[in-house]
Nanobody, 120 residues
Framework: QVQLVESGGGLVQAGGSLRLSCAASGRIFSINTMAWYRQAPGKQRELVAAAPSGGGTNVADSVKGRFTISRDNAKNTVYVQMNSLKPVDTAVYYC??????????????WGQGTQVTVSS
């Protein structure tokens, strides 16, 4: 029904920057919230940042001042700009979208995940 494709992960030194992208495609009527989560080895998946359709953003305390989430509704795409990266940011980052699917109503979708590794 809907696919989320992520890109932009990789290896970076502490203090560096990365920008992750996530594009949604499929039987989309509209998209409510788009968000980024992350999961480190042995840890629970946690919310990083969210961008509601009505505007504004929500950012986790652990990344405030360093990460910025944005979205391009014309492209059904959400981004997260990650600056001043720290080794504790190392995780698999997942895109999430709450989508109104044509003929189905609201559905929740996840991307495949993209690895971010920050070296000290």
């Amino acid at each position: 029904q809907v696919q989320l494709v992520e890109s932009g992960g990789g290896l970076v030194q502490a203090g560096g920057s990365l920008r992750l992208s996530c594009a949604a495609s499929g039987r989309i009527f509209s998209i409510n919230t788009m968000a980024w989560y992350r999961q480190a080895p042995g840890k629970q998946r946690e919310l990083v940042a969210a961008a509601p359709s009505g505007g504004g953003t929500n950012v986790a305390d652990s990344v405030k001042g360093r990460f910025t989430i944005s979205r391009d509704n014309a492209k059904n795409t959400v981004y997260v700009q990650m600056n001043s990266l720290k080794p504790v940011d190392t995780a698999v980052y997942y895109c999430n979208a709450n989508v109104y699917v044509l003929g189905r109503g609201y559905q929740d979708y996840w991307g495949q995940g993209t690895q971010v590794t920050v070296s000290s």
